[in-house]
Antibody
Framework: EVQLLESGGGLEQPGGSLRLSCVASGFSFSNYAMTWVRQAPGKGLEWVSTISGSGNYTYYKDSVRGRFTISRDNSKSMLFLQMSSLRAEDTAIYYCAKCRWGIRSDFHFWGQGSRVTVSS | DIQMTQSPSSLSASVGDRVTITCQAS??????LTWYQQTPGKAPKVLIY???NLETGVPSRFSGSGSGTYFTFTISSLQPEDVATYYCQQYETLPRTFGPGTKVDIK
């Protein structure tokens, strides 16, 4: 059974940093691209970043490029999102998602999310 | 960026009704489209991928069709457990983009 469990969210001040983690199980982690999607309170879904299975290729939404870094540790089946220079508009639930195959595929399975609040 | 629009933004229908949601892309996305269902407080769940492929384990009352820029999602017989928000999403190009969602409830 595929499982994705996010952690690391919380309350942070504007300009601060947080690191989200996602531990995966139930599939061969290194064979799949992984993605972060966020959802601001009461709003729709917004793609944030995707990383290839090898970790060699990364892609970002324009508004987070240069502030967020996606990475993975395939030996531990873990996905990360390092977030810095946080802004109020980064407040959201952040979901870790497994891509169905490679980069160009849907987000096949989602974790339950980690809440990030950016506020002074 | 590819803009995704959905119609309607919300609907209310009776149990057993046929429900159709449309999704339009601002440019050709071939069939690189997914439909997700999100119930309150839960993570999204894939119902349809590649525009028309039913996800394993998803009831057959759900279906999707379309290609290019125009897509439809249908619930053939609405059930109480289908109360949710439905999103389309394209994965033809980066950035990946979602439609604004369609909230479905029971009349």
């Amino acid at each position: 059974e595929v499982q994705l469990l996010e952690s690391g969210g919380g309350l942070e001040q504007p300009g601060g940093s947080l690191r989200l983690s996602c531990v995966a199980s139930g599939f061969s982690f290194s064979n799949y691209a992984m993605t972060w999607v966020r959802q601001a309170p009461g709003k729709g879904l917004e793609w944030v970043s995707t990383i290839s299975g090898s970790g060699n290729y990364t892609y970002y939404k324009d508004s987070v490029r240069g502030r967020f870094t996606i990475s993975r540790d395939n030996s531990k089946s873990m996905l990360f999102l390092q977030m810095s220079s946080l802004r109020a508009e980064d407040t959201a639930i952040y979901y870790c998602a497994k891509c169905r195959w490679g980069i160009r595929s849907d987000f096949h399975f989602w974790g339950q999310g980690s809440r990030v609040t950016v506020s002074s | 960026d590819i803009q995704m629009t959905q119609s309607p933004s919300s609907l209310s229908a009776s149990v057993g009704d046929r429900v159709t949601i449309t999704c339009q892309a601002s440019q050709d996305i071939n069939n690189y489209l997914t439909w997700y269902q999100q119930t309150p407080g839960k993570a999204p769940k894939v119902l349809i991928y590649d525009a028309s492929n039913l996800e394993t384990g998803v009831p057959s009352r759900f279906s999707g069709s379309g290609s290019g820029t125009y897509f439809t999602f249908t619930i053939s017989s609405l059930q109480p457990e289908d109360v949710a928000t439905y999103y389309c999403q394209q994965y033809e190009t980066l950035p990946r983009t979602f439609g604004p969602g369609t909230k479905v409830d029971i009349k």
